[in-house]
């Protein structure tokens, strides 16, 4: 009976070859040797905020919640806009009702009243998915449903996405939400739907202000381009290593 | 639209001051289950492998039961996962297409080897109890006695050689799963540690430290629950001893107090460890001060002092830690200590997770989370107390069953 465990033994022994052998035949490829075997873009989408220009009217907000059909009245958002106030003795007030989608009527900051005397300076920031060089998303997502075109642009895989929420985790600028009718991860995608087509994104078509661009940085006579060779431009949070592509004119210390 | 709309988090978070306007607490209860259920495998099976590996004599009766029980945790290791999941029916895509650069990716890897390498080690410990079985049944009448005799003979797996040289090589084998399954064990619960250290957006999580924290605790939770049950089904079964012969025996006898001494010894130095890395990792954020320190430390001394250092540390580990240290222990204070050393081990997992995110990214405004507690929908049912509950309990009805073919303690 010895030899019945023994032929047992063998019989499972093959059976584990024979189901590992076919996975030898996959390649890992590194992302280099991927780009390297569809060669160079000659695209990568950037975005340029010009702070000292917006408003805060909202109407980007808004503009994007109908484009991109995110439903109208819940708080999460593809793009928001974000209200600074800052006073004398140093406070710093922020705040965002739904996402500015409504623009900022009211002269309370965060419910707070603020003695317009005691303001020393305050601005509005947009914010959107900063279409990361080095995408924290993308790295944790244990399906590759979150994934980086040639382009730069990050994109999420609707069909694909299994609703984990470690790429909401894992982005520092905190622009994911779930989506509330799919329910997959969801994000500005710069309106890939449109810039692919040679439109503009919703947003930038919305701003009555030119507040918002977007642009090809490798194309240098791009206007867009131009601006951020040649200007003073910074990004949100380079310190999370992510080398975030939509530049901001005008960020200030306060700017979170 | 027809569907219906849910915007995840919103229904427990409540925000104060500035938070991004798309965050909430997406990583909710379960998230919490999980951690702390993998704990439990990974601590019951270390505990059934010192006796199996190291030879630790005095944990001979422990091993066997600890075994069995951390296959029964198994499942429900991943339960809270599935739970958790936006999409559960897409639940196999991390297996069809990993992407390796994701710390879940190998999450259904890791652990489905381990898995087989508890269902392995438990059939070579269980090879002769098995063939007995089968050979036992034959020749015997009856439907429950057919079906459980094809059962066993199905478990044999066609080997019945139960002779000298057989039964050394089962030995063998065994103390050889044993072996692997230590790194193994450690590795899926670190692996968890992984999970949460390696998210950088997020201060609280982000730290080295984190796996091998995340390991102390589970072998801890996983001694305690094992010694836990292994002292109410003794008491169980003198009960009802006693019950049926009126002078049988009526405590606990000498033996099994040497076992759970024995044990609480092991839970003592896991303890210790556990809390000295979670003591370092404070200091550290402490002393080195960095940007989110100030928020950090808002939330840590401020709106979650209760629950770390005086539901966790003081409760959860510094009560039971003298409970089991100070001398004339008895069953009763040790089965507090053990019940102490549990919800210790819970909370840590709870301000691991809700506490990574009761602040905001911007480090600016502050999250609350409100446990739903009834349920008015799927969602809130899975992600609340009642499917929090249905993972804890999942478990114990396991075991059960497979107790029942597989018995794992002999009672005197
Ligand atoms: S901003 Fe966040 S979501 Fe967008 S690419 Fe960067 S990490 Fe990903
Ligand atoms: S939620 Fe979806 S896109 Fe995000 S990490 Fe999980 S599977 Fe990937």
């Known amino acids: 009976m010895a030899s019945t465990r023994r032929k047992f033994l063998q019989g499972s022994l093959a059976g584990i070859v024979t189901a590992v052998i076919p996975l030898s035949a996959f390649r890992f490829l590194s992302p280099d040797q991927a780009r390297a075997a569809v060669g160079e873009a000659d695209t990568r989408w950037v975005f340029l905020v010009d702070t000292h220009k917006c408003v805060g009217c909202g109407l980007c907000v808004a503009a994007c919640k109908r484009e991109n059909e995110i439903p109208y009245e819940v708080p999460v958002t593809r793009t928001w806009v974000e209200r600074y106030v800052v006073t004398k003795d140093g406070a710093t007030h922020i705040d965002s009702p739904l996402g500015g989608r409504d623009g900022f009527v009211s002269e309370r900051v965060a419910g707070q009243e603020i003695d317009p005397a005691s303001i020393s300076k305050a601005f509005f920031v947009p914010k959107l998915c900063n279409q990361c060089e080095n995408p924290a998303c993308v790295q944790v997502c244990p399906v590759g449903a979150t994934y980086q075109t040639r382009d730069g642009v990050v994109l999420v895989d609707r069909s694909w996405c299994i609703g984990c929420g470690y790429c909401i985790m894992a982005c520092p600028y905190g622009v994911r939400f779930f989506h509330p009718v799919h329910k997959v991860a969801e994000k500005c995608n710069f309106c890939y739907h449109r810039i692919s087509q040679g439109l503009t994104t919703a947003c930038v078509q919305a701003c009555p202000f030119g507040a918002r661009r977007i642009g090809n940085l490798k194309d240098q006579d791009d206007p867009v381009t131009q601006t951020i060779m040649t200007t003073r431009v910074a990004v949100l949070k380079d310190e999370y290593g992510t080398k975030p592509q939509v530049f901001y004119i005008g960020l200030d210390n306060e700017v979170r | ?412």
């Open chain 2, 1 to 412: 639209m027809a569907e219906e709309m849910v915007v995840h988090g919103l229904e427990w978070t409540t925000k104060e001051l500035f938070v991004y306007p798309n965050e909430f607490i997406y990583w909710s209860i379960q998230i919490v289950m999980y951690p702390y259920m993998t704990g439990l495998v990974a601590g019951a099976f270390v505990l059934s492998s010192l006796y199996h590996v190291f030879g630790q004599q005095d944990l001979k009766e422990l091993a066997r039961f600890s075994l069995v029980f951390s296959l029964a945790l198994l499942p429900v290791a991943a339960l809270p996962l599935l739970l958790h999941l936006q999409q559960p029916l897409r639940a196999a895509n991390p297996l069809l297409t990993p992407h390796f650069t994701s710390a879940i990716a190998a999450f259904g890897i890791v652990f489905s080897t381990y898995g087989m390498i508890v269902i392995s080690e438990i059939w070579f410990v269980y090879r002769r109890f098995i063939v007995e079985q089968a050979t036992a049944l034959t020749g015997q009448t009856g439907v429950a006695t057919t079906m459980k005799r094809a059962l066993y003979r199905t478990l044999t797996l066609g080997a019945y050689d139960l002779s000298e040289t057989a039964l050394t090589k089962d030995k063998k084998a065994v103390k050889l799963l044993a072996g692997i399954g230590i790194p193994v064990a450690c590795f899926l619960h670190g692996y968890a540690g992984f999970i949460f250290g390696s998210v950088k957006a997020n201060a609280l999580w982000m730290s080295p430290l984190m796996p091998v924290i995340f390991i102390m605790s589970a072998v801890v939770s996983g001694i305690a629950l094992c010694m836990l049950t292994y002292i109410v089904i003794m008491k169980w079964h003198q009960f009802r001893q006693r019950s049926s012969h009126a002078d049988a025996a009526t405590a606990i006898g000498g033996a099994e107090l040497e076992v759970i001494n024995k044990a609480a010894r092991y839970l003592l130095g896991f303890l210790v460890a556990a809390i000295s890395l979670e003591l370092l990792d404070l200091i550290f954020r402490g002393y080195t001060a960095m940007k989110s320190w100030d928020i950090l430390r808002s939330v840590m001394y401020g709106k979650d002092f209760v629950n770390i250092f005086v539901l966790q540390y003081g409760l959860g580990n510094l009560v039971p830690f003298f409970l089991l240290l100070l001398p004339r222990r008895t069953i009763g204070k040790t089965v507090v200590a053990l019940l102490l050393v549990l919800y210790g081990v819970f909370m840590m997992r709870w301000n691991v997770v809700i506490g990574g995110q009761a602040f905001s990214l911007s480090f600016a405004g502050y999250m609350h989370y409100h446990l739903p507690i009834i349920p008015h929908n799927l969602e809130t049912y899975r992600e609340g107390l009642l499917g929090a509950l249905t993972v804890a309990v999942m478990p114990f009805i396991l075991f059960w069953g497979i107790n029942r073919i597989l018995p794992s303690l002999r009672y005197r």
